[in-house]
């Protein structure tokens, strides 16, 4: 897939989705990081990132070019086009596009970890769900397990 797949794609999402034609560029950025796309209010155009499609493929893009043409063509008819206006979540709806630039934060993507630190010896548990402190000893020391709270690794 090349910036000229993009831009036909872009133009066919546009024409079936939204019954109104794409006529700026679309582009794909190496640089974007965090987000699937964007879409840039001066010049009009489409950033995607191409990360997002070499993850996680088609659907993934056709996602996030439909969230991104909701900016565009709501920003062009001078509506709503920000996350937080009426317009924008309508629209938004109507094409079944997701609801931010970034659906798939993959390598941001939080964990909760349940901590617990032996009573006896003080070695610490970190496990992805709460133990039964009753059934559960410490692995080292076979002491007793006391919850001490929540973590969240990024
Ligand atoms: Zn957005
Ligand atoms: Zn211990």
């Known amino acids: 897939m090349n910036n000229k797949d993009l831009q036909q794609l872009v133009e066919e999402i546009s024409d079936s989705f939204f019954g109104k ?11 974007l990081r965090t987000t699937g796309g964007r879409y840039l209010l001066k010049s009009h155009n ?8 070499d993850e996680f493929g088609m659907e993934t ?20 086009y920000k996350h937080r206006d009426a317009d924008f979540k309508k629209l938004m709806k109507n094409v079944g596009a997701p609801r931010f630039c970034q659906p798939l934060p993959f390598k941001q993507q939080k964990q909760t970890l ?3 630190r032996c009573e006896k010896c003080g070695k610490l548990y ?12 410490c692995g080292i020391c076979r002491g007793k397990l006391i919850y001490i709270g929540r973590d969240t690794l990024q």
Request: proline residues 4%; charged residues 30%.
């Open 126 to 137: 970190k496990r992805k769900r709460k133990v039964d402190t009753k059934k559960y000893v």
């Open 46 to 53: 489409i950033e995607i990132n191409p990360k997002y499609y």
């Open 61 to 80: 893009l056709v996602g996030i070019i439909k969230h991104e043409l909701c900016h565009y063509h709501l920003h062009l008819e001078g509506k709503g």
């Open 21 to 31: 034609p794409f006529s700026h560029s679309a582009l794909f950025n190496n640089r």
């Open 114 to 116: 349940q901590l617990y």
